[in-house]
């Protein structure tokens, strides 16, 4: 059974940090490329950052670049996003997904919402 459970989401003032964890079962892990996405009310959902299966190669967002690093640990199945500086425009459901050719899976979401 495939299973991605993100973690590590709440409330945080502006200016502040988070990671997210997202961890994975009942695949491949290593044989995955991974990303994180995001979706606020009323917004289409967006890419926030990605890598590849071994972690070399790193894409974002325009909107997150030198504020979030997406990382992962494959012996531990697990995908990291570091957010620094968060903005109260952060605030949002935040997904990760696994994709390896035309396989994607989703997990159910951790909510971050930045706020004074």
């Known amino acids: 059974q495939v299973q991605l459970v993100e973690s590590g989401g709440g409330l945080v003032q502006p200016g502040g940090s988070l990671t997210l964890s997202c961890a994975a079962s009942?695949?491949?892990?290593?044989?995955?490329?991974m990303s994180w996405y995001r979706q606020a009310p009323g917004k289409e959902r967006e890419l926030v950052a990605a890598?590849?299966?071994?972690?070399?190669?790193?894409n974002y967002g325009d909107s997150v670049k030198g504020r979030f690093t997406i990382s992962r640990d494959n012996s531990k199945n697990t995908v990291y996003l570091q957010m620094n500086s968060l903005k109260p425009e952060d605030t949002a459901v935040y997904y990760c997904?696994?994709?390896?050719?035309?396989?994607?899976?989703w997990g159910q979401g951790t909510q971050v919402t930045v706020s004074s």
């Open positions: 890598c590849t299966s071994g972690g070399r190669w790193t």
């Open positions: 009942g695949f491949t892990f290593s044989s995955y490329g």
């Open positions: 997904k696994a994709v390896r050719n035309f396989v994607n899976y």
